[in-house]
């Protein structure tokens, strides 16, 4: 099972909203609607953003949404803040227990 | 409150055995799927396999189905992940991450071990 894809990195003034991609197949994202999104500082563990494509779990800001199009998974960050700058993962179910990480995509703040 | 701690760093040569552990605390273990993950230096989160603490059940990924073995250990609540036939690129984080009832979920992680494979 090959990684999930997503753009290397991608940037943002503060106050601005991104979004980042992560495309996999019809046999993953496609077919299931078990997309979670990690945040990771470096040095840290990730932290939970988002999971079941939409969900935010308590402790979550408002600020981060996710979203689903056929093969493609999105999150995006509104009102960017300096504390995002981190690297963000997604990662999808792919059926018989087991998943599969995206390839990761680290966010700056201009 | 949900704590997992996990076991120290280790140093291992080409070849051997690795065993990690990872006790948790502050919810009943048997209830909820545990996963361990790792990431080689600089490089991107890996999806290893997850294990059913109540009945002791894995998945692996299939890169590491030859040689990984996830394993609990009720009376601790502690679970156990071995990777063997070690070779130079294990060199990595190794991360336990408990599970929320939902597919996905995973908002307890431990603090990661650190695993070195060198000659």
């Known amino acids: 099972q090959s990684a999930l894809t997503q753009p290397a990195s991608v940037s943002g003034s503060p106050g601005q909203s991104i979004t980042i991609s992560c495309t996999g197949s019809?046999?993953?994202?496609?077919?299931?609607?078990?997309v979670s999104w990690f945040q990771q500082h470096p040095g840290r563990a990730p932290k939970l953003m988002i999971y079941?494509?939409?969900k935010r779990p308590s402790g979550t800001s408002n600020r981060f949404s996710g979203s689903k199009s056929e093969n493609t998974a999105s999150l995006t960050i509104s009102g960017l803040q300096s504390e995002d700058e981190a690297d963000y993962y997604c990662?999808?179910?792919?059926?018989?227990?087991?998943?599969?990480f995206g390839t990761g995509t680290t966010v700056t703040v201009l | 409150q949900v704590h997992l701690v996990q076991s120290g760093a280790e140093v291992k040569k080409p070849g051997a055995s690795v065993k990690i552990s990872c006790k948790a605390s502050g919810y009943t273990f048997t209830s909820l799927h545990m996963h361990w993950v790792r990431q080689a230096p600089g490089q991107r989160l890996e999806w290893m396999g997850q294990i059913k603490p109540a009945n002791d059940r894995g998945n692996y990924a299939h890169k590491f189905q030859d040689r990984v073995t996830m394993t609990r250990d009720t009376s601790t609540s502690t679970i156990y992940m071995e990777l063997s036939s070690l070779t130079p690129g294990d060199t990595a984080v190794y991360y336990c991450?408990?599970?929320?009832?939902?597919?996905?979920?995973?908002?307890?992680w431990g603090q990661g071990t650190l695993v070195t494979v060198s000659s």
């Open positions: 990662c999808s179910y792919i059926g018989s227990g087991a998943y599969v």
């Open positions: 991450a408990r599970d929320g009832g939902n597919y996905g979920d995973s908002e307890y």
């Open positions: 019809r046999n993953d994202v496609g077919y299931y609607n078990h």
């Open positions: 079941e494509v939409t």
